[in-house]
């Protein structure tokens, strides 16, 4: 006889999961360990918004930046967030939902391209980012405050809804607080055709962070991002169903949405190849 938690997910509709790649720079392997690295050498980093969608719902992971704050930060754009949403038929002006992992200036960018989204973000992100931690450099260079007003002014208009912990969005589709890189920083656990799939986002910027347990340089709570390794492990289905927030291993790791796509959108609730 099955649990009844597996037959509630055998009733989920399954989603598509993407990856939409739209920006890119120059790193070494000593600017993401914490400690550096013993082998320093090139490692860049990309930069990402997901789509998780089915039938019934569409909802975007992240916002990006701007061509302004990629001047600003030395980062290379390679198409706008937007821009990068279109190509899966996807108009950001009529998107109903937006997960917010963290507000660093890299994943709630452009935020305002989105003028009908409710924005979903954990509770200890928004007091993170407004109270005494940001009069330390250490953790407010990450952020705009421009950006952070401006989600300030969304709360007011009630187009923010905050959770603690776990949040169920939708049928298959959940929120969970990690903490470490910053205090309020969630993962998004989703149903799909292989299983339940986690996107990492920044609680671990490339595999390697997960796989040998290293931390990331910008980080609140080292503590928190260490054991939260094992959490994303526990709600994925396997450590292959875990994808990382920065690393360029994914776009050559999953297929792409189609071959127009390939190296801009790969297709997350597909099979990864490992070579």
Not at 26 to 49: K, L, Q
Request: hydrophobic content about 35%; overall charge negative; charged content about 20%.
């Amino acid at each position: 006889m099955k649990h009844s938690a597996e037959q509630l997910e055998e009733n989920f509709l399954p989603y598509e999961v993407f990856a939409v790649k739209y920006a890119t720079r120059d790193a070494s392997r000593r600017n993401h360990f914490i400690g550096g690295d013993e082998h320093d050498g090139p490692m860049p980093m990309d930069y990402y918004v997901w789509v998780v969608r089915n039938a019934q719902h569409t909802y975007v992971v992240d916002t990006g930046f701007s061509a302004e704050m990629a001047k600003k930060r030395g980062r290379t754009l390679l198409r706008t967030p937007a821009e990068g949403l279109k190509l899966l038929g996807i108009d950001a002006a009529t998107v109903d939902n937006v997960i917010i992992t963290h507000l660093h200036y890299d994943h709630v960018g452009t935020f305002e391209s989105f003028p009908l989204a409710q924005f979903h973000l954990q509770d200890d992100e928004m007091s993170y980012a407004t109270g005494r931690h940001m009069c330390q450099k250490q953790f407010s260079h990450s952020y705009e405050v421009d950006e952070i007003v401006g989600m300030v002014r969304l709360v007011y208009k009630n187009r923010v809804s905050f959770y603690s912990g776990k949040g169920d969005l939708a049928p298959g589709l959940t929120v969970h607080r990690i903490g470490g890189h910053t205090h309020g920083m969630q993962c998004v656990r989703v149903w799909t055709q292989r299983g339940w799939v986690v996107l990492a986002s920044d609680t671990s910027h490339y595999y390697e962070h997960f796989e040998k347990r290293r931390a990331f340089t910008t980080m609140f709570n080292v503590g928190e991002a260490l054991q939260g390794y094992a959490k994303l492990e526990a709600l994925a289905q396997s450590n292959h169903h875990i994808i990382p927030g920065h690393d360029p291993l994914v776009m050559q790791r999953y297929p792409a949405a189609s071959p127009a796509m390939t190296g801009i959108v790969a297709r997350l609730d597909m099979e990864p190849q490992y070579g």
